[in-house]
């Protein structure tokens, strides 16, 4: 049974201005593992995948509920799987996670689902 639904949307120049201009912007947001990621993109790719997870940790935030603040950045993780789809390794839901992060132009949009474990 689907709980929880959030959706999220930034411009990648909000992303780009808050990197260039806090030095420890991206280990706010960013898991170590993330951030092993992150420093191999340049360009335009890297602010994308930035990006993308910060607009997912917050639309995980406002699936489960909360908000960030009562979850933060470092409890919630998305690596890619062996297709390269990004997946949901930590979070502090002990069901399914579902993710999607799009890119258009200069916008980000995440929708994270929380799916309860089926106990039939």
């Known amino acids: 049974?689907?709980?929880?639904?959030?959706?999220?949307i930034e411009e990648l120049s909000s992303i780009?201005?808050?990197?260039?201009?806090?030095?420890?912007?991206?280990?706010?947001?960013?898991?170590?593992?993330?951030?092993?990621?992150?420093e191999t993109l340049s360009g335009k790719r890297k602010i994308e995948y930035l990006a993308?997870?910060?607009?997912?940790?917050?639309?995980?935030?406002?699936?489960?509920?909360?908000?960030?603040?009562?979850?933060?950045?470092q409890d919630l993780e998305i690596l890619n799987d062996e297709k390269g789809a990004p997946i949901f390794t930590r979070s502090p839901f002990?069901?399914?996670?579902w993710v999607s992060i799009s890119h258009a132009g200069n916008s980000v949009m995440a929708s994270v689902i929380l799916e309860e474990k089926n106990e039939n």
């Not at 991206?26 to 898991?31: D, G, S």
């Not at 406002?62 to 960030?68: D, E, L, N, P, S």
């Not at 002990?94 to 996670?97: I, M, R, T």
């Open 1 to 8: 049974m689907i709980i929880g639904h959030g959706i999220d």
């Open 16 to 38: 780009q201005q808050a990197y260039t201009k806090h030095a420890r912007f991206a280990q706010k947001v960013l898991t170590e593992a993330e951030l092993r990621r992150f």
């Open 52 to 73: 993308g997870r910060w607009s997912a940790k917050e639309a995980f935030a406002k699936a489960w509920g909360t908000g960030i603040g009562k979850v933060g950045f």
């Open 94 to 97: 002990s069901g399914k996670v």
